[in-house]
């Protein structure tokens, strides 16, 4: 189990390990942007979870486990997945979603792992949300289609291919970022792991 455990979550770029340890306990070491990557993930793949998220409770079988996320009574925006209180700390992962004038949904994701209280984890989540509101924003990057770049072709009818971009590509800066080096403020760099030869067959 542990085993595959570390393989799925190598597939979706996390650095969380498990082990089993050998009285068969299930150990995990994980980190606050493993929980943001994971429920980024879980989103995408499973949207049932964006409904069990926002309701008071789910009901599997004979028991029922209400949402502990205190947020939920604060903001409609605010969607929990967890809150909970374990032997070494509070911990807590919350998503705040909002429209945005240009008809995208914008979602941060705030994780903390192993605070002192709760208190001090609602602060904590509270501060995280705050400052990625005021402070970040989101640029489009390129639109779906655009030329990202051109690529040497060997043994091809022309010397270069166009890259494209499969899907709009999105890039969050920090404003103070963007104010002091404006077009500058991103750096695109394009990196292969092979040189490009002829035939090649677009997609």
């Known amino acids: 189990m542990a085993a595959s455990m570390n393989e799925r979550a190598a597939a979706l770029g996390l650095h969380i390990s498990c082990s089993a340890p050998a009285e068969g306990q299930q150990e995990c070491i994980s980190s606050s942007e493993d929980a943001a990557r994971l429920v980024s993930a879980l989103y995408r793949d499973f949207p049932v979870a964006r409904i069990l998220a926002v309701a008071p409770g789910a009901k599997f079988g004979d028991k029922v486990l209400p949402n502990s996320n205190p947020f939920l009574k604060l903001s409609n925006a605010v969607t929990g997945l967890t809150f909970i209180q ?43 949300l705050l400052r990625a509101y005021r402070d970040y924003d989101t640029i ?32 969050t800066l920090s404003r103070e970022r963007m104010l002091e080096r404006g077009s500058n403020a991103v750096e695109i760099r394009i990196e292969r792991r092979a ?3 002829a035939p090649i067959h677009a997609g």
Do not use: C, Q
């Open 86 to 128: 374990e032997a070494h700390g509070w911990s807590g992962l919350i998503i705040a979603e909002n429209p945005r004038p240009t008809g995208r949904l914008r979602r941060l994701v705030a994780a903390v792992l192993n605070a002192e209280d709760e208190k001090s984890l609602r602060n904590r989540l509270s501060t995280m």
């Open 195 to 197: 040189p490009l030869a």
């Open 140 to 171: 489009r990057i390129f639109d779906a289609g655009d030329v990202v770049a051109k690529l040497p072709l060997y043994r091809g009818k022309t010397d270069f291919v166009d890259a494209i971009a499969e899907k709009p590509v999105y890039a």
